[in-house]
């Protein structure tokens, strides 16, 4: 995140306010995304971060200098006659379920109204505040086509006009933006990735001539390396660099990028591994969408990952533009053989590393010794949120090829773990242990040989309470529940959700956040297109697809549990389900079984917990040969059947 003090926050917001008056507009509409439409963000687009102090994801800003009239107002949430809703300010902050605890922490609400999606939109806001005729700004190079054309449909019912802004404002007025990150470009070697480049280039384009199609935008960076077996390091925790790439039907291909990403070095291999490539500066990409448009080519656009800039160009000027999920993304997402065998490698490496760091964890914390309060009290006095989150990162640094995490650690005691992306890096003072029972870690690492997520909930402390105990073996049944499912060809995320949910459900209990998402091969951690969620979930789960099951339970200012797995989808083995699908455990570390109530765990649950324990140790003891005897303790002890 951008450092930047409030005041300087709110001289932002002024000179903002200024420049829309400039440019004749009465709002203006910021989005989290980046022109890749990426949520992992570069410090140098950190819009939303430096203008409200909101660090989540995902969200939109709204600042209006032009209203109906005096506030306070209420508007009406159209998706709902009979919710209403204050609105005290002209600005405001929108972000979804997994923000709403966060986001009103962050946010000063002397100065912006903080919205869920789930109840107010941003054009809900801007309807309800805006006259007609009023002009809302955007800078369609941070807003996905889709999103366009929705903003103008409902903008344009309640006489307001959407207006493409030439560069984007807040740019304009952010004084000391950090300049761009510009990575070497590292290259990836075939016996990681599986497939060696050329080859992809060859299935790409008869990809584009079996449909009739001339060229394919693609403007996701992880496609891009993904298809030219390239990483680099341009984002934190997303092994890519920035560019984008047209690919043609006759196998030609023209590559934008910062030359700067090229090193002397990788210049003199490249050719070799990708074979020969066409490469340009990405400043000239608005070029190649001019000579597409003009030659009247059929050009195949990801509608998802492609910005509205990008649509505009080539529609306005003639091109022919095909929509649909983009060509790379249904190859990435289905990891060959050797990209399925390095994801077991890196999670046993995983497994190891956080058994270890559990282990070391259990002695200082273990139940049977929290009856000595004073005893206790002096074990855990040096040990707050940010030491464990560096303790778990030490566990993996030490095991082989180790690159980096894949996300930022969230490390959360007590009420922290109540925030579904909680991070004690960015508040004044990590939680420190004594106070809590529970302590979530969600951490993840990038192997060379591929990438991991895991979640686990974790007895650390006195005061636990049945409720507690409880919502635990709920949220453990609803991940068994899922991971146990066996289900048919062409069944999507969204027809499996809610086999999570329900042992939840039937207990009126639920979660704002999807239950799974993809997990890229040494790519982005959330990898579409695949994901499990009520919504936008619509894409069928294949075989190699690597998935999340994490369900969760959230009591605001009180505790937070989730429970996640990464798992590859396989073909089932049972006699008779050979043409079904199932889920296949990556992840190697056990369930803490002290939180659950053994009674409500069914004897097929039961069973399914006991199989998946005697894995972890058989699999964990038998790789790791240097564990030591406490580790072997922990391991045997936290894996027994119950």
């Not at 805006?130 to 369609?140: A, F, I, T």
């Not at 008869?206 to 077996?229: F, H, M, Q, Y």
């Not at 930022?408 to 992306?421: D, E, F, K, R, V």
């Not at 549990?561 to 199932?582: H, K, P, W």
Request: aromatic fraction near 8%; proline fraction near 4%.
């Amino acid at each position: 995140m951008t450092d930047i003090t409030q005041d300087e926050s709110l001289d932002l917001l002024d000179a903002l306010k200024e420049k829309l008056i400039e440019h004749e507009l009465d709002a203006i509409l910021i989005p989290h995304d980046d022109e890749y439409l990426s949520g992992d963000l570069t410090p140098d687009c950190e819009r939303i971060a430096t203008l409200t102090g909101f660090t989540g994801s995902a969200g939109y800003v709204c600042v209006t200098v032009k209203q109906k009239g005096e506030f306070p107002l209420e508007a009406t949430n159209r998706k709902d006659e009979t919710v209403q809703v204050n609105i005290e300010h002209g600005q405001a902050v929108f972000v979804d379920g997994r923000y709403k605890v966060q986001v009103k922490e962050q946010v000063d609400a002397e100065v912006y109204d903080t919205f869920n999606f789930a109840e107010v939109t941003p054009f809900d806001y801007l309807i309800a505040v805006l006259p007609k005729k009023s002009r809302v700004g955007v800078d369609l190079k941070c807003i996905s086509r889709t999103y366009q054309q929705k903003l103008e449909k409902e903008l344009n019912m309640a006489g307001i006009e959407l207006v493409a802004t030439d560069e984007n404002l807040f740019d304009v007025v952010w004084e000391g933006r950090p300049h761009p990150v510009c990575s070497a470009v590292e290259l990836y070697p075939d016996e990681y990735n599986g497939c060696p480049s050329l080859q992809k280039r060859k299935n790409l384009a008869k990809a584009l001539r079996d449909r009739g199609l001339d060229a394919t935008i693609i403007s996701r960076p992880e496609s891009v390396c993904w298809l030219l077996n390239i990483r680099g390091r341009d984002r934190d925790y997303l092994p890519v660099i920035n560019c984008r790439l047209v690919a043609y039907a006759n196998e030609a291909m023209e590559w934008y990028l910062n030359l700067d990403h090229l090193t002397d070095e990788i210049q003199a291999n490249l050719e070799d591994h990708i074979g020969h490539i066409d490469i340009f500066p990405e400043a000239g990409f608005d070029d190649v969408l001019e000579r597409l448009s003009s030659s009247n080519c059929k050009v195949y656009v990801d509608s998802a990952s492609t910005n509205a800039h990008i649509f505009e160009q080539l529609t306005v000027k003639g091109a022919q533009v095909v929509e649909g999920l983009g060509l790379c993304e249904i190859p990435k997402a289905c990891k060959n053989s050797i990209e399925l065998a390095g994801e077991h490698k890196a999670h046993l490496k995983d497994g190891v590393a956080l058994c270890r760091f559990l282990a070391w964890l259990d002695d200082i914390t273990k139940a049977d010794n929290i009856t000595d309060l004073e005893a206790y009290q002096r074990r855990i006095e040096d040990l707050d949120e940010a030491v464990l989150a560096e303790k778990a990162e030490y566990f993996r640094k030490i095991e082989g090829d180790y690159i980096e995490p894949s996300f930022a650690t969230i490390s959360a005691l007590g009420p922290n773990a109540a925030m579904c992306h909680y991070n004690h890096a960015e508040v004044s003072e990590a939680r420190k242990f004594g106070k809590d029972p529970l302590y979530l870690i969600d951490s993840g690492a990038h192997f060379i040989e591929g990438t991991t997520d895991i979640t686990r909930t974790i007895l650390v402390g006195p005061n636990l309470t049945e409720h507690m105990q409880t919502l635990y073996t709920l949220v453990l049944k609803a991940h068994i529940a899922l991971a146990s499912t066996i289900f048919p060809h062409g069944t999507c995320g969204m027809q499996l959700d809610a086999i999570a949910r329900r042992p939840l459900w039937e207990h009126g209990y639920d979660y704002e956040h999807g239950t799974g998402h993809g997990v890229g091969h040494l790519l982005a951690v959330h990898e579409g297109p695949h994901n499990i969620s009520t919504r936008s979930s619509t894409v069928p789960l294949e075989v190699g697809m690597v998935v999340s099951i994490e369900p969760g339970y959230y009591e605001t200012d009180e505790f937070g549990i989730r429970l996640e797995n990464l798992y590859e989808v396989s073909r089932c083995s049972q006699a008779g389900f050979t043409d079904m699908l199932c889920f296949e455990p990556l992840t190697l570390v056990p369930f803490d079984t002290r939180l659950i109530i053994r009674e409500m765990l069914s004897p097929t649950e039961r069973t399914w917990l006991n199989e998946y324990h005697q894995n972890v140790l058989t699999v964990i003891k038998n790789t790791a040969t240097t564990l030591s005897d406490l580790e072997v303790s922990y391991l045997t002890e936290a894996t027994c059947a119950i």
